[in-house]
């Protein structure tokens, strides 16, 4: 009897595990082919957008395959054990985290996180409405046709699921690359400002949780879910209703001012202790595949970060500013600076559309 219900147990365990396996691999590939369909024609503006999602989704998956296959042989390379007993959503997390070294590198992406969503669901909706208005354009007279909308949840997922840096180039590759004057700063519902500052306090919250314990894998769901449930939010940007939305740039200067703290803050025992210096940092980088993944993915977004900055602030003028910034971002990290220059750029777009109106 026993062995008939441990037996019973095991093929449950089994069916689950593999039902798990199976919807993530679909929603990553769902999430590519999408987001590949949607981002237009190849352009000199988004061309290098393009080589860097490519060159991301080529090197973080074969290390993330290649960790998959050790996990494999490590269970003696029985199938059936390996679907069963390897948690690798919660021993990837499990694994970037156990050290400072490690999370010194690995806090840096995961707090990125709220910026790039705070982008992607801001931009996501002006682009949608943009469309929108064509449409409508288009209906009254004989016109090309409009292309059509991504959601913004379809890259999230794609960043979650697969890398930020496959996400985030294909996402800025279908934005127009001159930015548009404003003629007031754009919100963001507040709702979607405590979710996204909410996720950040849970990746915050992570290394302090027992490695592999229930609170850290539901903190794990917990974080992917405060992260996703804002690009699900339809708003507009140009609306601005008091108490009910939050400024955008006051949204990107509190970004940036949680990673400026947690990023001093774990930066400080490699200044002051004697037995912490750089090798040990340059180690944890390369420790596995599984941080070799991550490590890339972090490498790829701090690319993208500096080519944004630098082709935005030249657009408008200001590209003095971009590459001070850029400069700066190996010091102060990626997660610190890409939302004090969002922020900045949105005053100097209002402050060009106001000028433009007198």
């Not at 943009?130 to 909308?149: C, F, G, H, T, Y």
């Not at 754009?186 to 990746?203: C, K, M, Y």
């Not at 699900?232 to 609306?239: C, G, K, Q, R, Y």
Request: glycine share 4%; net charge positive; hydrophobic share 50%.
């Amino acid at each position: 009897m026993g062995t008939t219900t441990t037996s019973m147990t095991n093929s449950t365990l089994y069916y689950k595990a593999v039902g798990s396996i199976v919807i993530y691999f679909t929603t990553v590939i769902s999430a590519l082919v999408m987001c590949i369909v949607r981002t237009g024609r190849v352009s000199a503006s988004n061309v290098f957008y393009i080589l860097i999602a490519i060159s991301s989704l080529l090197t973080t998956w074969y290390y993330i395959l290649s960790w998959f296959k050790l996990e494999y042989e490590t269970l003696g390379s029985d199938l059936e054990r390996f679907i069963i007993e390897s948690d690798l959503f919660v021993q990837a997390y499990a694994i970037v985290t156990n050290t400072l070294p490690k999370w010194w590198w690995s806090s840096q992406l995961l707090l990125l996180t709220g910026t790039a969503l705070t982008c992607w669901s801001v931009e996501g909706q002006s682009l949608r409405l943009q469309i929108a208005k064509s449409k409508m354009e288009q209906n009254k007279r004989d016109a090309l046709p409009v292309k059509k909308w991504t959601p913004t949840w379809w890259f999230v997922l794609l960043g979650f699921f697969g890398s930020m840096s496959v996400g985030g180039p294909l996402f800025l590759a279908q934005l127009d690359p001159v930015p548009k004057k404003q003629s007031q700063v754009r919100s963001v519902p507040t709702l979607l400002a405590l979710l996204i500052l909410l996720g950040e306090a849970s990746v915050i919250a992570t290394p302090f949780l027992p490695t592999m314990s229930t609170s850290f894998k539901y903190n794990l769901v917990l974080t992917h879910a405060l992260f996703l449930i804002p690009s699900l939010l339809t708003f507009n940007p140009d609306t601005r209703k008091r108490f009910l939305t939050v400024s955008l740039p006051a949204l990107y200067f509190i970004l940036a001012a949680i990673a400026l703290v947690n990023h001093t803050m774990y930066t400080l025992p490699f200044v002051l202790s004697p037995i912490m210096n750089s090798s040990i940092l340059y180690k944890a980088l390369w420790f596995n595949h599984c941080q070799t993944s991550i490590s890339a993915d972090l490498i790829f977004n701090n690319v993208l970060a500096a080519a944004y900055i630098l082709q935005s602030s030249h657009q408008l003028k200001r590209l003095e500013m971009g590459i001070i910034l850029t400069l700066a971002m190996p010091l102060l990290s990626v997660s610190t600076i890409l939302p004090l220059y969002l922020g900045w750029k949105e005053r100097v777009l209002v402050a060009e559309g106001e000028a433009k109106t007198k």
